[in-house]
């Protein structure tokens, strides 16, 4: 099963992706975390992309397809894979059929305004990467590692403005493309993630 998950900054990609990965047996793929990995594993190249990063804008199309041509050669790739933040442009969906395709892409589907307030109350564990909304963890610190959590340096309010700008003009135009293939499923992402965990559940298990 080879599944996209489009939808704009905090419509639940990585939330939902993390649980589907461990059911279906097929990774998960965020080219948005392996992008900010970078900073750990390679601080020269992450001083390259850092600025498109922190104001909002999308890194160049090449170098992420060269990151991601690696990732999807890789073994555990093989029987599909669930890709969370690629491809965002037209060209990328153009590179990715070259890569290895796709089956299916579930548009996460939510209000501005309630992402909006998700994305502004968002915490990450700097040590293990786990994701919070703020009001789930009054001590501010990681319930599985103890870590003190940290708001990502995308999630500035002006640089947030300026990624769901970028989503509507560049992002966005995937929904009609993979709509025009026959690939393109919708599912309301305005529930609780409980909620929406089902709605994608019965859309998979109906058969892709
Ligand atoms: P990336 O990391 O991909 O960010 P994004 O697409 O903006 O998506 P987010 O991670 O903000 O949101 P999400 O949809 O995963 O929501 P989440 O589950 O976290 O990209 C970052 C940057 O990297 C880009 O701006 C760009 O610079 C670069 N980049 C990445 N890929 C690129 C590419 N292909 N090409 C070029 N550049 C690229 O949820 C958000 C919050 O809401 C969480 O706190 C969560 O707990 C909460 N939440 C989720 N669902 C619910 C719910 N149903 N109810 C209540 N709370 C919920």
């Not at 990774?27 to 601080?43: D, K, V, Y």
């Not at 990732?71 to 491809?87: M, T």
Request: glycine share 10%; hydrophobic share 35%; net charge negative.
């Amino acid at each position: 099963m080879k599944l996209v998950l489009l939808g704009p900054p905090g419509s639940g990609k990585g939330t939902h992706a993390m649980w589907m990965c461990g059911e279906y047996k097929i990774p998960h793929i965020s080219t948005g975390a392996m992008l900010r990995e970078e900073e750990r594993r390679n601080p020269h190249l992450y001083e390259e992309i850092r600025h498109y990063i922190d104001r909002g804008e999308l890194v160049p199309d090449e170098l992420i397809f060269e990151i991601l041509k690696e990732r999807l050669a890789e073994s555990d790739c093989r029987d599909g894979y669930i890709l969370d933040g690629f491809p965002r442009t037209l060209k990328q969906a153009e590179m990715l059929e070259a890569l290895g395709g796709v089956d299916l892409a579930v548009m996460i589907d939510t209000m501005p305004e309630l992402i909006m307030e998700r994305v502004r109350g968002r915490r990450v564990c700097p040590r293990c990467g786990k994701g919070y909304h703020i009001s789930q963890i009054p001590d501010g610190k990681c319930t599985d590692c103890g870590a003190e959590v940290t708001i990502r340096s995308d999630d500035k309010p002006e640089t947030i403005r300026n990624r769901f700008d970028v989503y509507d003009r560049v992002t966005h135009p995937l929904v009609e493309h993979y709509k025009n293939e026959g690939k393109l499923a919708r599912i309301d992402g305005s529930g609780t993630i409980e909620e929406v965990a089902a709605e994608i559940r019965a859309l998979l298990n109906g058969g892709v």
